[in-house]
């Protein structure tokens, strides 16, 4: 069993900056691909940013320039550095890792950007 365990979420005000860390522990069974979805309220889970194998990082839209996703392999760590937050980035964030095994998914964190 993988477990996926998500930090860094809190209230922040706009135009400043948070970082989420994914912390991976149990089981893994070679990482095809790592990374980062929120959900906003009355709204469904969306794509952020994620990383798979030794490819470029992907990046919705709307994030492109703001956020960057990085990870380290020796702590089985995945970071989102979010910057310039806006009020729109306000919902839960989840971390999410495929392995040749299943998808698993954290528990959430929620950022709340906000005046």
């Known amino acids: 069993q993988v477990q996926l365990v998500e930090s860094g979420g809190g209230l922040v005000q706009p135009g400043g900056s948070l970082r989420l860390s994914c912390a991976a522990s149990?089981?893994?069974?070679?990482?095809?691909?790592v990374g980062w979805y929120c959900q906003a309220p009355g709204k469904q889970r969306e794509l952020v940013a994620t990383?798979?194998?030794?490819?470029?990082?992907n990046y919705a839209r709307s994030v492109k320039g703001r956020f960057t996703i990085s990870r380290d392999n020796a702590k089985n760590t995945v970071y989102l550095q979010m910057n310039s937050l806006k009020p729109e980035d306000t919902a839960v964030y989840y971390c999410?890792?495929?392995?040749?095994?299943?998808?698993?998914w954290g528990q959430g964190t929620q950022v709340t950007v906000s005046s």
């Open positions: 149990g089981a893994i069974l070679s990482i095809i691909n």
């Open positions: 999410r890792l495929q392995d040749r095994r299943s998808t698993y």
């Open positions: 990383i798979t194998g030794g490819a470029n990082p």
